[in-house]
């Protein structure tokens, strides 16, 4: 019975079994109203919407589905938020609370000792190779779209720009040595005589599972065996530019950087 109570609660009982059997009955019937208190905040409901709709946006993305799992994020976004606010509001009430409790109850736990704290993990990192790559291939499906328009305009706005001054002030990039300086539109930059253009931005097909796996896997084994650093795939959301010049290719670097 001692264990449920607190240094201060013990101490106030006299070491009388009376005084102690009353504060452990008082102590159980708070424990009591504390878990039907946390029963009316629990929405379990919410719970299992939010779990369908993310395993389902997650499902739409595994086979690049980003119509279906846009329109999923769409519906999830504001029914998180809306529990977001939930969440705040039940957070001002703790800390609120927290601000009126004497700061002596909490003294026991600063005076435990060799407290073994596991390290909290990433969550694609606590999962399987074969989930972890899931995952990367699910979000890179998810951010493919953006990533091919962001490219697209860096190939768009070197085709449209007079001179490489004209990206550097576009992209904030110094040319205070004036080794950017240079005309673009002269026909010696151009890919080929059918066109003006001086890059082409060319995007491959998504990596598929079993080769982003095996890649995986084969980064895992030599960092076990030599030591080097691998984080997972990197080549997922992939473009290539071509250009006829070496200065301009240098130039989208320090663009892409």
């Not at 060319?202 to 796996?213: S, W």
Request: with cysteine; net charge negative.
């Amino acid at each position: 019975m001692l264990e449920l109570l607190t240094i201060d609660e013990m101490t106030a009982c006299k070491d009388t079994e009376a005084d102690i059997r009353a504060a452990v009955d008082k102590k159980k019937a708070t424990m009591g109203e504390n878990k039907s208190a946390m029963e009316d905040i629990v929405d379990y409901a919410a719970r299992e919407k939010a779990t369908v709709l993310q395993t389902k946006m997650f499902s739409e993305l595994e086979v690049s589905d980003v119509a279906s799992a846009r329109a999923t994020f769409d519906e999830l976004q504001p029914f998180c938020g809306e529990q977001a606010v939930r969440l705040g509001g039940l957070i001002a009430v703790v800390m609120n609370k927290y601000k009126t409790t004497d700061p002596r109850r909490y003294e026991p736990f600063e005076q435990v000792k060799d407290i073994d704290v596991k390290e909290q993990k990433h969550p694609p990192s606590a999962l399987s190779v074969e989930e972890q790559v899931k995952f990367q291939l699910a979000k890179a499906s998810w951010y493919e779209e953006e990533f091919q328009a962001a490219m697209n305009e860096i190939a768009a706005i070197f085709n449209s720009a007079k001179s490489c001054e004209e990206i550097c002030n576009h992209y904030d990039i110094d040319n205070s040595d004036g080794k950017w300086s240079k005309e673009l539109r002269a026909e010696v930059f151009h890919l080929d005589q059918n066109t003006d253009e001086v890059v082409k931005a060319k995007f491959g097909p998504p990596k598929g599972y079993p080769r982003a796996l095996d890649k995986t896997k084969d980064g895992i084994r030599k960092k076990k065996k030599t030591g080097a650093t691998f984080k997972g795939l990197r080549d997922l959301n992939r473009v290539t530019f071509e250009f006829e010049d070496p200065l301009l290719m240098a130039l989208c670097f320090e663009v892409l950087n």
